[in-house]
Structures are given as structure tokens and as C-alpha cells.
């Protein structure tokens, strides 16, 4: 710990060197093309030498300045070189390309995949286009991820219906969620957070895989989840989207923006329902809750010459009903009720080029949330709200030149949650103040256009109330052998505080006893990872090509045990949930392969592959298998849209391997039958189409799980839910049949 | 080790502040920016037309040079950015390396002034 902070605090020191060295007199210029669009990557040179560099992500460049007049060349890749005479004094250029040099089939062919991989990024990121979100009827954030190789959905809880993602095999609260680079629906309001950002609300996804930045804490362990919502400055005047299920759910959808010079506002509203007494396996439990939810979200915007601001409320209530549909024979009924209801507001004001510096910039955020949760879980009851409060301000800038930024920032996240299960308290106050530091270097070439290696280092320190000080060092590094390929390398700790119960919260629909050790403390872990990216063309198409391998290590992980032996006492027997610190070793490894290809003019395939080995120390002494963790996963994804997209085809399959279940063989063997030690291989085959008419209207209609495959009992001990074996959380697979879908999207001035 | 982490988020500011020290001294107001386009035209009676027109809100200088057909303007970015002086300039008559004159508007310039169009 001590040596990795003397560590920061030495390239900390030798940064300040590199800004002491660097020549005072400065070019500073934009690269805009004709449409006054900056240009990313733009290489900037002196005319006959080599001293250059590249423009940033902001379009702008820097580089020292002649003494006497000279000519600066700026080159894009489909544009004129042009050549600017600087005259001595003019240190602040805006230049501007013209003119598309390459023919027209070039920018088509050059459109990309959907859910593309870049090859430029420094960081394993994978951007999720609003194109690619269409493919699936994506009610909500945690069914976009269904085209997705990297993460994955699983099956609801056979009670409460709660999803949960994996990343890198490992369960989604070891990821960190953002919306719009803001940490949001923590706590309590973990096991529904990607339900409450509806579908329409979602303009893109940015999934950041391993050690991925700290400037928004320190609890992303295995990635990076960023929702981009739509904006009322780029959304359509009017949206309305309308959906229907057979699963019994109706969904509306309307987006208001007015667009002004500066300030522009919209407002967004969703309402959803499922109804339905769907029991296909005919076990008295309805297979998928009833919900209904009304969300709505104002957005406040402005950009003009005073900087850049917003202001934002989503207010929400949601309540969903399940448990048994009939009363069994001794007049009882199982019955779970779960409500939330939530407010959040949170406010960004930004400027660039403070203080008159063409590179300094500022950020803040300030938001502020407030969560109630009420639930009934047969027997049980919970009863939990959450106050939440958080603050970061950024600043950014160059040290000399544009291939050193440094970014310093500060931020400070207050939790206060009061949390009740039955009669036990679990409430707790947590504050965590940090500051954050990351310093990139890029090494522009000025063959490629675009730098060719690019280093990250960054770390923050924090001090959380519950647990002290906490120091967060990551890095990430990428090098590209060309443009079109680039090997990364990434490394980094990670800590999170456990919400255990929250997290956990489907557990409650059982009979079990819940055991908290005393000295539960909080996560900690390392990830490295390396990523290999290529784009290339096979017979003149493009294709994508990609491997990632990522390790996480465990230096502190709390266990959630639900196999411990019962306690018995005469005839009656209890089961338990035990949740304890690892006592030993606790890992994930996981491997993703990726490929895509355009084999046909408007036919894009893509394949995945991933292995994972999630393994972890229980207090029985073995080194176990995570149970519902597939060790093998394949998706196999067909795209067809017909030139003029008035049709799109979208089918894909998924593969899931065998998966270990809990260990039953404590419970009677009557109940478990259907419940094998590790789960078959099975596939799940989903379709969509969609047709486009005119510019206004788009109907879509699919159906998910077209082959029905079908887990038949999802609950064990159903018939008997006050015994000590009821349980509803081992669910492998869908216990929905076929599920057919019907979809309109309708924008008067065009979708 | 608190001391030691005191000491590094001194460091830090530290460095922010020694780093604002580095920044080069602009010689031009901060804000003001350069940009040289080309503008067809022929005379000094071009020039003063191209110049005058080019002056827009936000535009503080605007040299044209009958030679090279560059027009230099330094302007402020916050307020105006190329493509308006482009428009401007293209709305008396003078064609831009980006905007095309109206052929009415070209048709009225005087007789020394009917360069040659751009492409």
C-alpha cells in the first residue's frame, strides 16, 4: 500500500519536471472540417519537418512555435491537406479541411458495426449504439445486454423476479454503474437499477471492461457500465413508442424536447405494466410478477458562450406483486409485494477554457437522490430508504502540449440509509471523500494520424467513514501496431462497500436464517487484463476481430453462502444464508472472444465466445465453483437490413453452458429432482424484425425463446413454501415459454 | 501515512498551480483566434468590400491580400466562428474556398471587381 502510494506520488513528482521542461511559446489551434465539426486525430505539422503532433479528442492540438514565419500542414484521412501561413504573434489557429478526397463507397462501406470495438480507444470499451439497442425489444437498461458478448442478463429470481448482469463472470455489483458518467442507483436500489432507465430513455452504452477510470470512485472492479440518456438539444420533438408482450405487458413511451438557441428542455415519461397469471409450470407461483411503473424524467440544458449546464429530475414508483395465485389447502397464501418509489435530481456545469486557457476546463456534478423501499416477502418484511448526496468537480488540462492532460478531481458521496428486516436493523451512514488524479500520455505518430501509444496513469485516495483510508491505483496502456490494430493492457484495485442485504434481497422469499459474520468488511480487489482489437477485411468486407483475458483477485470478497449445512433440532431442520469474509482464495478469470463480419452488403454476423472460471474459498475449506456462473457462453448474432433499411432482420442465439448449482443434497430427494449438480447446455434462440415506414413510423414485432426451452421447476419445496426447503433463487435457465412481442416507434419530423 | 497523503494532495495543487505558471503568455487576448481562408477577388476595391464584410460581431480584424486571395481574420471563438465571416463574405458578391456568391449578387460587383469564379 505504502510503496504504490510512493509510486504515484513519484510519477507525480516527475510530471511536474515534464510541464518545468517544456518550451513556453505555444501554437494552440481547432481542426474543424467545412461543417465546423472538430476533428479528432487531425495530424498538425510544420511543413518539411517531422514536428508535429495530433489533434486531441476535443479537436485541438498544441505544439511549439516557430520563431519566423512558417507554413503549418493539417491532414485528415478524406480531406485536403491544408497549408496555413503563421505569421510571428498568431498563437491561436482555427483551421479548416475541405473537400472529401476519396470517392463517396468509401464513407458507406466505412459505417461500422452496431456495437462496435474500437481500435482507437485507449481502454477496452465497447460502445453500444442506439442501432444495436433496437435489435431487442429493450423495455430497459438490463435487457440491452442481450445482444451484448460481453455481459450477461441472468434469469430472473423464480419469486421476486430480480435479474442480475455479469461482467467477467462476476456478479453486476462488482461493476460500476454510471449514467452519463454519475454514479446513481446505489444501495437499496441495487437489485432494480437497470429497470428504472427505461429503453427509449437510452441514446447509448459505453461498457468499459477491467480497471477501467477512477474519476467517479473507486468501485469499479470489472468494468465500466455508462447509460447515455437522450438529450432535448439532439432528441426528436416528439417520440412516442408503444409496446405489447404475451408475457402481458403494455408500455408507453413519450419524449417532449423543444430545442432552443442555448437552453433546451425535454421531458420524459414512461409507464409500463405486466399483468398476467402465467403459471406454466403449473406450480401455483406466477412465473413472472406483476409491475407496474410510472418514471419520468425532466431535463434541463444549456450551452452557450457562459459554459455548459444542466438540470435533471426523475421521479419513479414501481411496485410488483407476485407469489402464489391460489390459496393452498390450509387457507394460506405466499405472497411477495415489493414497492419502490425514488427521486433524484442532479444537476453538471462545465466550462471549457477557463480562465481565458484555451485547455484548462471544469466540471462538476451535484446530485442528490432520496429511495424508499417496502417489501413484503411472504413471512418477511423489509422496510429500507436511502438518502444520497453527491458532489465531484473535475478539472482538466494539458501539462506543455496537448500529449500530456491531467485530470485532478475531487468528489465526496454521502449515503444515509436506514434499513430494517423484520425486527433487525442494518442501517448505516456512509461518507466517502476522495480525490482522484490521471494523467495521460499520448505519443503521436504522425503516419497513423493519431497517436500511437497511449498511457493512463491514474489513482485516487479516499477516506470512507465505515473503513478508512482507501488508495486506488490503476493503469492502462495501449499501443497500436496500425490504426486498425492495438493490443491494451490494463491493471487496477477496486473496493466497494457491500449492501448485503439489498443485494441480496431475493434471498428474503425463503424460511432461511440469515447469518451476518461480525467482522464483514469491505471488497477489495485487482483486475489486469490484456485486449488484442483488430479491424481488417476479409474479400473487401469489413470485419472485427477481438480477444480479451481478465484476471480478478479477490483480497477481500464477502461471501454469499447458501450451502451450508442446516441446523437440526428434532425433526425440524434450518437452512441458512451465511454471508462471511473469504477465508482463503476468491478469483475470476475470464475469456472473451469476439468476431463480426459483414459478409454480405448489409448482412453483418457476429460471434462470441467466453469461458469463465469464478472460483472462491468457502468457510467449508474448498475452493468452489461460484454456483450459477455458466463456464461456457456463446452468442451467435444475424443482422439484415435491406438497402434503403425499410427492413431489418435481427435473430440471435444464445448458448449457455453448464452452470453448477447450489448443493442440494441436504434436502430431501423429493424436492430436488428437477434441480441436477450442474445444469445441461441449453440454447435460446430470439428473433426480431423491424420495418420502417416513411420517416415517421417504425413497427417492430419479435418473439424471444422461439424453441421454448423451459427450466420447469423453479422453486423448490413450491407446494410447501412455509417448510424450510422453499426456494426460489436457483433459476437457470427461462421459465417463460415462447414470448411473442408487437412494437411501434412514431417521430412526426423523423425518427 | 496520513501525513504522507497531506503531503501528496500538496504535491498535487502544487503542481496545478506551478503549472499555470508555464503556460505560455498570449500574446493575443485570450480567446481571440486566427483563421486564414481563400476569398476570390480581384482589386483594392475588392479588398476594402471583402474586408468591410468580413467585420461582423465577434470579427476584430480582417486583412485580405489582393496577391495570395488569403483572408486573415482574428475573431472571437465564443462568439462568431468561421463559417458566419464565410457566409458574410460570400453575401457581397466574393466567393469563399467554402461559399459560393449568389450569381445576381456577382453580377452587380463592378466591372474590375468580376474575377474569376471559384470552381
Known amino acids: ?751 | 501515512m496520513k501525513y504522507g497523503i497531506f503531503f501528496g494532495l500538496f504535491l498535487l495543487f502544487n503542481m496545478g498551480a506551478a503549472q499555470a505558471q508555464n503556460m505560455p503568455a498570449a500574446s493575443t487576448p485570450a480567446g481571440l483566434m486566427t483563421t486564414k481562408f481563400k476569398v476570390y477577388g480581384n482589386c483594392g476595391m475588392c479588398e476594402q468590400r471583402i474586408e468591410k464584410a468580413a467585420k461582423i460581431k465577434g470579427v476584430k480584424t480582417a486583412d485580405w491580400d489582393v496577391d495570395t486571395k488569403i483572408l486573415a481574420i482574428t475573431f472571437n471563438g465564443k462568439k462568431v466562428t468561421p463559417a458566419k465571416v464565410h457566409k458574410a463574405v460570400a453575401a457581397v458578391g466574393h466567393d469563399t474556398d467554402m461559399v459560393k456568391a449568389d450569381d445576381k449578387t456577382y453580377a452587380k460587383l463592378h466591372a474590375c471587381c468580376q474575377y474569376d469564379r471559384a470552381q
Not at chain 1, 481547432?30 to 498538425?44: D, I, P, Q, R, Y
Not at chain 1, 432507465?197 to 468499459?208: C, N, T, Y
Not at chain 1, 439532439?234 to 409496446?243: E, H, R
Request: charged share 20%; with cysteine.
Open chain 1, 1 to 751: 500500500m505504502k510503496n504504490i502510494f510512493y509510486l504515484l506520488l513519484g510519477v507525480l513528482v516527475s510530471l511536474h519536471t515534464v510541464a518545468a521542461q517544456q518550451p513556453t511559446a505555444l501554437l494552440m489551434g481547432v481542426v474543424t472540417n467545412e461543417k465546423e465539426e472538430l476533428l479528432v486525430g487531425a495530424s498538425v505539422f510544420w511543413k518539411d519537418t517531422k514536428e508535429g503532433t495530433v489533434t486531441d479528442i476535443n479537436g485541438r492540438f498544441s505544439l511549439p512555435l516557430r520563431i519566423k514565419q512558417a507554413t503549418l500542414v493539417v491532414n485528415y484521412v478524406g480531406y485536403t491537406p491544408a497549408e496555413v501561413e503563421v505569421l510571428p504573434g498568431e498563437n491561436n489557429l482555427w483551421v479548416e479541411v475541405t473537400g472529401i478526397r476519396q470517392l463517396q463507397e468509401v464513407t458507406v462501406q466505412g459505417k461500422g458495426f452496431d456495437n462496435h470495438l474500437s481500435t482507437l480507444e485507449t481502454r477496452n470499451v465497447e460502445r453500444i449504439t442506439s442501432n444495436e439497442l433496437r435489435k431487442a425489444p429493450c423495455c430497459n437498461l438490463s435487457e440491452s445486454f442481450q445482444t451484448n458478448g460481453a455481459i450477461d442478463v441472468t434469469y430472473p429470481n423464480a419469486l421476486t423476479g430480480v435479474k442480475e448482469i455479469q461482467l467477467l463472470g462476476l456478479r453486476g455489483i462488482y461493476s460500476q454503474f454510471l449514467v452519463e458518467n454519475r454514479p446513481t442507483m446505489t444501495g437499496i436500489a441495487t437489485p432494480f437499477a437497470f429497470e428504472y432507465i427505461p429503453g427509449s430513455w437510452l441514446s447509448g452504452i459505453v461498457l468499459a471492461k477491467g480497471a477501467s477510470t477512477v474519476k467517479n470512485g473507486s468501485n469499479g472492479i470489472t468494468g465500466q457500465i455508462n447509460a447515455d440518456l437522450v438529450k432535448p438539444q439532439t432528441d426528436k420533438p416528439l417520440f412516442v413508442n408503444l409496446f405489447t408482450s404475451t408475457e402481458g405487458r403494455g408500455e408507453v413511451n413519450i419524449h417532449l424536447n423543444k430545442k432552443g438557441e442555448t437552453t433546451s428542455n425535454g421531458l420524459y415519461l414512461h409507464g409500463s405494466a405486466v399483468n398476467n397469471t402465467w403459471d406454466t409450470n403449473s406450480d401455483n407461483f406466477k412465473d413472472s410478477p406483476n409491475r407496474r411503473q410510472l418514471n419520468g424524467m425532466y431535463r434541463l440544458v444549456y450551452d452557450g458562450p457562459k459554459g455548459c449546464a444542466q438540470f435533471n429530475v426523475q421521479a419513479l414508483t414501481d411496485r410488483r406483486q407476485s407469489g402464489q395465485i391460489r390459496e393452498n389447502k390450509f387457507g394460506q397464501l405466499f405472497s411477495i409485494d415489493q414497492h419502490n418509489d425514488r427521486l433524484e435530481m442532479w444537476g453538471k456545469y462545465g466550462k471549457e477554457e477557463l480562465f481565458g486557457r484555451q485547455f484548462l476546463e471544469l466540471g462538476n456534478i451535484i446530485g442528490a437522490s432520496w429511495h424508499r423501499t417496502s417489501a413484503v416477502f411472504g413471512p418477511n418484511n423489509y422496510r429500507a430508504e436511502q438518502k444520497s448526496l453527491y458532489w465531484q468537480t473535475l478539472v482538466q488540462n494539458i501539462i506543455g502540449t496537448t500529449n500530456h492532460t491531467i485530470v485532478i478531481a475531487p468528489s465526496i458521496q454521502y449515503d444515509d440509509i436506514q434499513e430494517f428486516v423484520n425486527e433487525g436493523d442494518l442501517s448505516r451512514r456512509e461518507t466517502v471523500a476522495g480525490l482522484m488524479g490521471e494523467y495521460t500520455y499520448s505519443r503521436p505518430n504522425l503516419d497513423m494520424e493519431m497517436p500511437d501509444l497511449v498511457v493512463v496513469l491514474s489513482g485516487r485516495v479516499d477516506w470512507n467513514s465505515r473503513f478508512g483510508w482507501q488508495v486506488t491505483p490503476r493503469m492502462s496502456a495501449k499501443y497500436n501496431f496500425t490504426p486498425k490494430s492495438v493490443f491494451r493492457v490494463s491493471a487496477g484495485r477496486g473496493f466497494r462497500s457491500p449492501n448485503l442485504m439489498a443485494e441480496n434481497i431475493s434471498l428474503l422469499a425463503s424460511n432461511r436464517s440469515f447469518r451476518f459474520a461480525s467482522d464483514i468488511g469491505v471488497e477489495e480487489a485487482w483486475n489486469y487484463g490484456v485486449n488484442y482489437t483488430r479491424d481488417f477485411k476479409i474479400a473487401r468486407r469489413d470485419a472485427n476481430f477481438s480477444v480479451d483475458l481478465y484476471r480478478t483477485d479477490f483480497v477481500n470478497q464477502v461471501l454469499v453462502d447458501v450451502e451450508q449445512p442446516p441446523t437440526v433440532f428434532g425433526s425440524d431442520s434450518t437452512f441458512s444464508v451465511s454471508f462471511y469474509n473469504a477465508p482463503g482464495k476468491s478469483f475470476s478469470n475470464s475469456l472473451l472472444v469476439y468476431f463480426q463480419y459483414n459478409i454480405l452488403k448489409g448482412l453483418d454476423v457476429k460471434l462470441a465466445f467466453k469461458w469463465n472460471d469464478v472460483r472462491a474459498m468457502f468457510a467449508d475449506g474448498n475452493l468452489k465453483t461460484q454456483p450459477l456462473v455458466a463456464k461456457h457462453r456463446g452468442l451467435i448474432t444475424l443482422d439484415y437490413a435491406t438497402p434503403a433499411k425499410r427492413w431489418l432482420f435481427t435473430t440471435y442465439v444464445q448458448i449457455v453452458g453448464e452452470q453448477r448449482l447450489p448443493d442440494n443434497s441436504a434436502l430431501p430427494h423429493r424436492y430436488t429432482h428437477d434441480f441436477p449438480v450442474t445444469t445441461p447446455t441449453f440454447g435460446l434462440w430470439n428473433a426480431q424484425v423491424t420495418r420502417r415506414f416513411g420517416q415517421k413510423w417504425e413497427l417492430y414485432a419479435g418473439c424471444e425463446n422461439i424453441t421454448g426451452y423451459q427450466q420447469h421447476h423453479a422453486i423448490i419445496a413450491a407446494e410447501e413454501p412455509q417448510s424450510p426447503f422453499f426456494n426460489g433463487s436457483q433459476v437457470w435457465a427461462p421459465m417463460m415459454r415462447q414470448i411473442g412481442y408487437l412494437g411501434i416507434r412514431f417521430a412526426p419530423a423523423g425518427l
